[in-house]
């Protein structure tokens, strides 16, 4: 009975905290400004099954591609064994649905075993590749401490999961072969069942512990998962679906520029007149300076970012010893929009500190390293855009600072006086063609 | 050689005729004001008076689409710019576009619709497969290119940005020649380096330039041309060469140059 209890506490304290976090952060990531990407619903659902559900995208790297898929397919089907565990958690049974599923059950342990087994070497493979092959996206700047010990936590605590798992159907593998009663096959615990030897009392205290320490373990998880860059097994889901449908190459126009170009072009406009703002419009600045100039979407992406490194890895930029990584513009986002998030007034607006996501964060180097290429954006396998960021500093730079490499500033100049980026004349336009007569 | 004089006619003279342009030739800045961008202009010319195409320009009332301006985030420059060529365009009534750079191609697709410009916009290498498809363009030189190795550059805004891989590497294989792929091409291309206004400022430190790094992919296949299908890419892949000290080996040159020397048009 007092198990039964402290399992019920357990089981609602993992989901108020889960629950409590979860609100944290939709609150957080609708600081962003919005933009709307509710439009052609079939698309994004393909999208979102094809890249999410289906891991389109990962298989771009074979062997983290498949090793992934046997994580991801374990994660989501041994689930359906937690249902089991949970009942016979608040229930006080054991194995509840042993008797009714007959067969059925044999079949589904076995197939959650080699699950099970799969999963663990999974994430045994990718502990060696992180800490011993020195894969370079690894061991970039910004995999600090943190970043690093996170992915190994992730790793080992999951392995441990499995273990247990697999450990206490070995103890009940153990005691069935000693009691005779019971047929399950546990065609993967049973090789472990040697391990814990045949005194049936021991066998049954292990049983119990692997089994709480599994459930704990469980719970545990779920609530770490949201302080992590592992939330993307659930926002992967979210992200893919809103991700942006328009060719890479489009970047958007921006609405607040239209209406004034419109004014200056317009011939019957007053040149005095100032453009009044439109309704509902706040007067916001051109660009982002800090996360909460950046769309809802942004601020999604930053949450999504698995840190995984396959855009910087992909970078042009990066690829060639420069300080701009991909990645770590989406680290720096969502380090940052968690500290606004924590620093809110009372009336749930962020409050000043003094610091910006550009500058303290993001600097004027690593923003102009790039060259829009969309590798980055092509690399991601959670449709994560790095670069529509970037861009958007670099407008804040150029419109509200007016901060650029001198030689950039030449090119704008160029640009408004000869209608080309070079210093040459407008009327040399068509000297080529006389080269053809 | 087919050593003709072609007077190149604007859209205002064609207008004045009477007559309206069956495509207007976008030329950009690289392909006006570049000297050897001009090349690939002038191929590109020869290949459409070659094929019978009604083609006309802008000459002097073709301003910069903005790209480098907006990609740099000056969106009020880029603006500007994009309204005055829609103006320009709208007046003449534009409907199709063609243009061998695939910055201007990005921004007169995606970028001008929004603000009132509607064109179709296909790149010279779209414009060059139709042409051999629909039986316009032949190869009548005879194996210019035959048993050469030639690797395809794939630039950014032509490729990812718009996903156009085959209309180039259609357009290459009526040369007969060896086409090879470098190790990172199509979607997973590595770009030149030029992108995103870097071609108009001093690369950030780091330890090699960019389109080292490319060139080095493209050197590992072994080939004697590079093709490409972007003035900016065409510059750094040059450079790249050079940077190797294999310029007397490798050729870098445009689609349309390869046609147009295939065709004997240079
Ligand atoms: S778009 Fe910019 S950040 Fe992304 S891969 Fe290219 S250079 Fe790197
Ligand atoms: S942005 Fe995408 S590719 Fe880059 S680290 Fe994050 S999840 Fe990986």
Redesign the interface.
Known sequence: MIGQVIFGVLLIAGAVLFGLRVKTIRRNILLGKDIDRKDRAPERWRNMIRTALGQGKMV?RPVAGILHIVIYVGFVLINIEMLEIVVDGLAGTHRIFSGSLGGFYNFLIAFFEILGAGVLIACVVFLIRRNVLRIRRFHLAEMTNWPKSDANIILVWESLLMFAFLSMNACDFAIQQISGEGSISFPVSKYLAGMYGDDVHTLHLIERFMWWFHIVGVIGFAVYVTYSKHLHIFLAFPNTYYANL??????N??EA??K???L??DPNADPFAAPAPAEGEQPGR??ARDVTDLTWKQLLDAYTCTECGRCSS?C??N??????SPRKIMMDTRDRVELVGKQLGKDGQPVDDGKALLGDYITE?EV????????C??ACPVNIDPLSII?D???????EESK??E??T???NN??NN????A?S????????E??? | MEKTSIQVPTVAEMISRGEQPEVLFWVGCAGSFDDRARKITKALVKILHHCGVKYAVLGAEESCTGDPAKRAGNEFLFQMQAMQNIQVLNAYEIKKIVTACPHCFNTLKNEYPELGGAYEVVHHTQLLQDLIDNGRLTMSGGGTFKGKRITFHDPCYLGRANEVYEAPRKALEILDAELVEMRKCKKNGLCCGAGGAQMFKEAEKGDREVNVARTEQALETAPNIIATGCPFCNTMMTDGVKHFEKEHEIEVKDIAELIAEANDLL
């Open positions: 771009n328009e060719p890479y190459g489009r970047f126009n921006m520029v239209k004034e170009v419109q200056m072009m051109f660009g992909e042009p930029a690829q060639t010893g420069k300080k701009l180097e102009w390293a790039c060259t829009s290429c969309n590798a954006v092509e861009v500093l670099r407008r804040y730079l150029i419109m650029s490499p030689s950039i030449v090119m704008f640009i408004e209608g080309a980026p070079w040459f407008a009327m040399d336009r068509d000297k080529w063609k080269e053809l007569l």
